[in-house]
């Protein structure tokens, strides 16, 4: 019976969670031919192509699948066992994150759950403020990984996605196009207010802020009661229900654009799967999303020319 060396393995499983050979071979401190020449001898102990070579980037094959599942749970166990020898406590990392309080609320914990099972020694600390200030962490260094929103496409982000933006309004709303216009916002510090002030400020229009709140619940709710209009993106105004206003007597809004952000030095390859991972997720989570090429995917078409 063959037996796979688990150097193998965990070589396979690098190249998988970092979707790249190059940072694969950083991670496990060897030089990308050696990862490469890896994956070619577990292939052959295997019989079959592990990886899909007729697409771009890095996509397995049903066997390939199959192969990185079984990898993930021996290579746990093996882990495991190492870790019954190892005298005194393991030495923990901690990734701080930072996003918006409603900004993939509902898929974060899931992932850095998931995240822990395969990583049992990472911490997770996660803060919620407004973009600039993250943003301002971020490059400050007191905040490893940031997921938010912006009003311009991010140069630097690891990815990034637009996102068309509307108008919504209670079902019984209705504008007087000589007064200010209500709004309803998390407040000026709100990317989705600066976006809406800055399209009305340009249409020549007055606007007052009648609604500020904390959570999105709460700006829904005012929203409902009728109390002003808010701008927020399409997918989320369907996922809860909301009155989209598409031919509201007000400028179009622009897109608007979600990033994920990785912060140089510390342990910038646990960063960078991390937002990996976050990132298929959200992809998921969010079909309507424009994909924009990110500094990730410029690094994986690299790789597929090497």
């Known amino acids: 019976m063959t037996n796979i060396p ?19 071979a950083a991670s496990l401190g060897v030089t990308q031919p050696a990862v490469s020449a890896q994956i070619k001898r577990l292939q052959f102990l295997l019989g079959g192509e592990l990886f899909d070579r007729s697409s771009q980037g890095i996509s397995l094959t049903p066997q390939g699948e199959m192969v990185v599942s079984y990898a993930r749970r021996l290579l746990s166990i093996n882990d495991q066992i190492v870790h019954l020898g190892e005298a005194g406590p393991r030495p923990e990392l901690v990734i701080r994150v930072g996003t918006p309080s409603d900004f993939i609320a509902s898929i974060l914990p899931n992932i850095l759950a998931r995240f822990r099972e395969r990583w049992p020694d990472v911490r997770f600390i996660v803060r919620t403020d407004f973009h600039d200030s993250l943003l301002r962490d971020l490059r400050s260094g007191e905040v490893d990984l ?51 002030v800055t399209a009305l400020k340009a249409a020549g229009l007055e606007w007052e802020d009648v609604f500020t709140g904390p959570s999105m619940n709460s700006l829904n709710g005012a929203v409902a009661a009728g109390l002003g209009v808010m701008a927020v993106t399409r997918r989320r105004a369907n996922d809860v229900g909301m009155l989209i206003w598409d031919d509201a007597p ?57």
Do not use: N
């Not at 140069?155 to 209500?182: C, F, Y």
């Open 6 to 24: 688990t150097d193998l393995l965990r070589t396979l499983v690098a190249v998988v969670d970092l979707r790249s050979f190059t940072k694969a």
């Open 146 to 196: 940031y997921v938010g929103l912006s009003m311009s496409q991010p140069p630097d982000a690891r990815h990034s996605w637009a996102e068309e933006v509307v108008w919504v309004r209670g079902a019984a709303s209705q504008l007087d196009i000589d007064r200010p216009v209500p709004l309803v916002s998390h407040g000026e510090r709100s990317v989705y207010h600066r976006l809406a």
């Open 250 to 306: 007000l400028p179009k809004l622009p897109d608007l654009y979600s990033g994920i952000y990785v912060r140089e030095g510390g342990a910038r390859a646990a960063y960078e799967q991390l937002a990996d991972e976050i990132a298929e997720a959200i992809s998921a989570a969010r079909p309507g999303a424009r994909k924009i090429v990110g500094v990730a995917d410029k690094a994986l078409k690299t790789d597929s020319a090497a």
